[in-house]
């Protein structure tokens, strides 16, 4: 199966998820499934009958609301059986709507405030450090997410520490809760800002799998960010960059034109 065929079923399965359960964040999901993609379908090393094999790389998602992709990426990949996404969100069920680390194999951190995925990214790399673990850490952010001053300062402690096994990815859709990122906070000059405390940066469009594998993939000499360019509500017309998609979940008529358009 393709890399886009893998992504494509993910999203199928994110909307059965959404219209079962009623939630929300289905826009924040679909702008990172090719980043999901190209992370464990290619680049990560990781294997799902062993997830916590002790060199692993570690993947944190720290815009947490968008737990429904991480898990139906984890279940495509192998980590936990497809039927489990049916418990996603309702009472009674196992898949909470932010991230719990204690529920299924794969998810590494458990999360729900923004703003604290990166420092727990940088925490293990010093950990790793420490233990000569060759395992890398990335750690998936929203754009919105960097108006958080705790971001800030893990980026110039990371810089400081010179952590090349870190590499970071903003999820770069510029719609946040309440509207458009650079309307509410500017960062139009979000790579310069980056460079600027130290990182090596590099943009990409966040839905091209084979662009966002080669930046994953080179190697660094610090800690690394992807500025990548994304869609909110991807792959399906009537969310894409529609910021009411940031609260709603697809009714009987709108699933199924989504299942279609998906076809």
Known sequence: MTNQAIATDIRRSILHMMHASKSSHIGSCFSLIEILVALYFNSLN????EPQKWDRDTVILSKAHASAALYATLAHRGFFP?????????????????????????????????GHGLSLGIGMAMAHRLDQNSGKIFVILGDGECNEGSVWEAIMLASTLKLATVTAIVDYNKIQSFGRTNEIINQTNI???????????????????????????????GPKVIIA???????????????????????????????????
Not at 46 to 49: G, L
């Open 191 to 221: 790579a310069q800002r980056w460079e600027s405390f130290g990182w090596e940066v590099y943009e990409a469009n966040g839905h091209s799998i084979p662009e966002l594998i080669g930046f994953f993939d080179k190697p660094q000499q």
């Open 46 to 49: 990781i294997d799902p009958n």
């Open 82 to 114: 497809c039927s489990y996404l049916e418990r996603y969100y309702i009472d009674g069920g196992l898949l909470p709507g932010h991230l719990d680390k204690t529920c299924v194999p794969g998810i590494e951190t458990s999360g729900g405030s923004l």
């Open 229 to 263: 360019h994304t869609v909110k509500g991807k792959g399906v017309s009537f969310m894409e960059d529609n910021l009411a998609w940031h609260y709603k979940s697809p009714n009987d008529a709108q699933l199924a034109q989504a299942l279609k358009e998906l076809e």
